[in-house]
């Protein structure tokens, strides 16, 4: 592979992915990158936020590639609100439909076999989400700086955009609070 995105965004996603489809007991490896390491706390912090949407789908035995197709055609659909949020949400979602470490009855159940299944379901999953950011969302993550980006915007305090807000806000401000000054003395 010469696409330096591509193999970023593989990497990304087969780490986290392959991480939350461990099998039960088995220890953490290690993230494979900087960008892999805050998508896990991400993901982690999202899964406690929203405990009781992403606890419904923990264990989860119907269709992953299938949900997660239809939850990526949901977020994709809509061009204009592509965030780092969203994508977050999404990979989190994903990677909640392989963790078979809450559902020990479940595991009891089928075994060796869900273990299959879900190492199958996850590498297809990786698939199929590298396949639709790299092409549906190239563009969106070129101009977002790649996952350099997607690092910065998580890491600083306030995204550029917020200060950018910020900042306009404050100029208007001076400049309202300027011309009744000035109207004020006119009068």
Not at 42 to 60: D, I, K, N, V, W
Request: glycine share 6%; proline share 4%.
């Amino acid at each position: 592979m010469d696409d330096p995105l591509q193999e970023r965004t593989r990497r990304l996603v087969t780490d986290f992915l392959t991480f939350c489809a461990r099998e039960p007991g088995v220890p953490e490896s290690p993230p494979t990158s900087v960008e892999a390491e805050l998508l896990r706390s991400l993901a982690a912090r999202m899964q406690r936020q929203h405990e009781a949407f992403f606890s419904t789908f923990f264990g989860y035995q119907g269709n992953r590639v299938e949900l997660v197709r239809q939850m990526a055609d949901g977020m994709f659909s809509d061009g204009q609100n592509f965030n780092w949020g969203r994508l977050v949400l999404l990979l989190t979602f994903a990677g909640t439909l392989l963790n078979q470490n809450h559902s020990q009855a479940t595991r009891q159940k089928t075994g060796l076999n869900n273990q299959t299944q879900v190492t199958r379901d996850c590498h297809l999953i990786v698939d199929l989400l590298c396949s639709r950011l790299l092409r549906q969302r190239r563009l969106w993550l070129e101009a977002h700086d790649g996952w350099d980006g997607f690092c910065d915007f998580f890491r600083s305090p306030f995204p550029v955009i917020v200060w950018r807000r910020v900042l306009i806000k404050a100029f208007l401000s001076c400049i309202i609070a300027t011309t009744i000054l000035y109207i004020w003395k006119k009068f």
